[in-house]
Structures are given as structure tokens and as C-alpha cells.
């Protein structure tokens, strides 16, 4: 396994984003990872487990990887009041990546991966000017519509109240994690524009999203998800979604609950995402070839 990740925060426009940074010699690709909703990059490094760790499993596959704490988490926390437009939102995740990268050598591009609330973050980056210059994306634990036991917990949650449930929602079933990684990697809170976010998001912005991607996706749902709607006729629609992009692969992954990249089974799902950066690598090749 490649060295810890480093802590990194870099000035963009005046406000410090921060992250994480692990880097590959001669990479492949640079993946640039979004963590989701009251969370933050450790998501993806995962707290005690170097093993389980996107970031690390990346670098020691060849693979530079930026995890980036989303626009209005981490260092940026205090500047949320300045990120209630979207586009700034995504102006300033592409530049916090280009500032961690500075001049290093980015291989075959930039590839996205997000989870949860940070597939939004991660669609709107991929249908901006910059978008079509993409690899690709990896999704996982969204959808375009939510259980109905699940929405019914949610509903209830505020900023400042947790709802019973939300735990058996997001950690369970708990043999699929290791017991010292729940709640290991929360954030101090949520910005405001998250409520916002989620708000709109099944409803309207995935799918108004979705249907202006034109570089290949993968979705991955997980075996045990509970939140979204994963059944074959929901995946389907999602697939569907997709109208513009070139190729769209529905994974399943086994062993998973919601958090997948916190799961035993972390590693082998992201190996499958490296072997999927590796496909969106060889086709950018043959179609520039051809």
C-alpha cells in the first residue's frame, strides 16, 4: 500500500478549500472524489483501515487521486454564505483541484467520483464547459427516488436534529463495516445549501443533469442500500437518465451498504472503479486514434 494521503488546503479566490492528495508517479489518470452529505475527503481514506482507502489503493495502482472537501466543508466552512449559486460551487471544486495539482502530471485527464449528496457537485461539474473534457464518472448511494420507509425518516432530519432511524439507514447492516469506522468521518455540519440540495435533487436536478452528460458513466448501487430506490426497475430509469452519455454501466456491488467506500468491501469496489477509469482511458485513446 502507497504513503498516507496528504492534508492539503489551497487559496481560490480568496477562500482556503482543503482535501486530500495522494499521487502516483507517471499516473494513469487523475481521479477527483467527492464525499457526501455531513461528511468530509476522509470518506475516501478510510479513518484506521489504510486498506479500505480509495486514495491510497489508488496511488499504488497508478492513479493520482484528489479528494476534495466539498464547497462549504473542511476549510471552506466559513465561506458557505458565498456558495448558494451552483456555478460557484463547481468553479471552485475545479479550481481547488487544479490548485492541489498545480503542474504535475495528470495522465490520460480528470476523472469524477462522488457519493451521495456529492453526485450532485460531481453531475454539475461534468455538464460545465470543462465537462466534456472528462473521462468519465462513477456514481453511487443517490437515485431519482428514495424508499418510501427511508423518505419518511429523512423528512424528519433538520441541521440540528437526527431522527431514529438515520443510523439503521446509512450503517447498516452494521457486520458490513468495521465497528471503528461509524460516524468516523463527519464533518462539523452541513452548509446551508445542503438542505437545498437535497430538496431538489431526485425531483429535478438529476435527472435535468443526467440528461446533458456526453462522457461514459458508471452507477453503482449497492447490495444493501437503503436509502435508494435500487430496484431493477429504478436502476433502469437511471440508466435511462443517461440519453446523451455514450455508454452508461449499472454495477451492483456486493457486501456494500450505502457508504461504500467506508465497508469491508471497500476495496474491491474500488478496484472495480479503477478498472472502469481504465476502460474510459482505452476508449479516450481509440476515439482519439480513430
Request: contains cysteine; glycine residues 10%.
Amino acid at each position: 500500500m502507497s504513503q498516507a494521503p496528504t492534508r492539503r488546503v489551497v487559496p481560490v479566490d480568496g477562500i482556503p478549500m482543503s482535501g486530500l492528495f495522494a499521487e502516483a508517479p507517471d499516473p494513469r489518470a487523475v481521479i477527483v472524489a467527492f464525499h457526501g452529505g455531513a461528511s468530509s475527503a476522509a470518506y475516501f481514506d478510510c479513518p484506521g483501515h489504510p486498506e479500505l482507502s480509495l486514495l491510497r489503493g489508488a496511488a499504488a495502482a497508478g492513479f493520482s487521486t484528489v479528494a476534495l472537501d466539498r464547497p462549504g466543508y473542511g476549510a471552506s466552512a466559513p465561506y458557505s454564505d458565498q456558495m448558494w449559486e451552483p456555478e460557484r460551487r463547481v468553479e471552485l471544486a475545479y479550481a481547488a483541484a487544479d490548485a492541489m495539482l498545480g503542474k504535475r502530471d495528470r495522465g490520460a485527464g480528470l476523472f469524477i467520483m462522488a457519493h451521495s449528496n456529492g453526485c450532485e457537485l460531481a453531475l454539475r461539474m461534468a455538464v460545465a464547459e470543462r465537462g466534456g473534457d472528462l473521462l468519465g464518472l462513477e456514481l453511487a448511494g443517490t437515485g431519482l427516488r428514495q424508499y418510501p420507509a427511508a423518505a419518511a425518516i429523512l423528512k424528519q432530519a433538520t441541521p440540528t436534529y437526527r431522527p431514529a432511524g438515520i443510523r439503521e439507514l446509512i450503517w447498516a447492516p452494521e457486520e458490513l463495516y468495521p465497528a471503528d469506522v461509524v460516524n468516523a468521518v463527519g464533518s462539523a455540519g452541513a452548509p446551508p445549501q445542503e438542505a437545498q440540495v437535497s430538496a431538489n435533487w431526485a425531483g429535478r436536478d438529476f435527472p435535468a443533469l443526467a440528461g446533458q452528460v456526453t462522457v461514459p458513466v458508471r452507477f453503482t448501487a449497492a447490495e444493501h442500500e437503503r436509502v435508494w430506490d435500487s430496484t431493477p426497475e429504478a436502476l433502469a430509469d437511471i440508466a435511462a437518465a443517461f440519453a446523451k452519455a455514450p455508454s452508461v454501466d449499472i454495477h451492483h456491488q456486493k457486501g456494500s451498504g450505502h457508504n461504500l467506500s467506508l465497508g469491508i468491501a471497500a476495496a474491491q469496489y474500488h478496484s472495480s472503479v479503477l478498472s472502469f477509469v481504465d476502460q474510459c482511458i482505452t476508449t479516450d485513446v481509440d476515439q482519439e486514434a480513430g
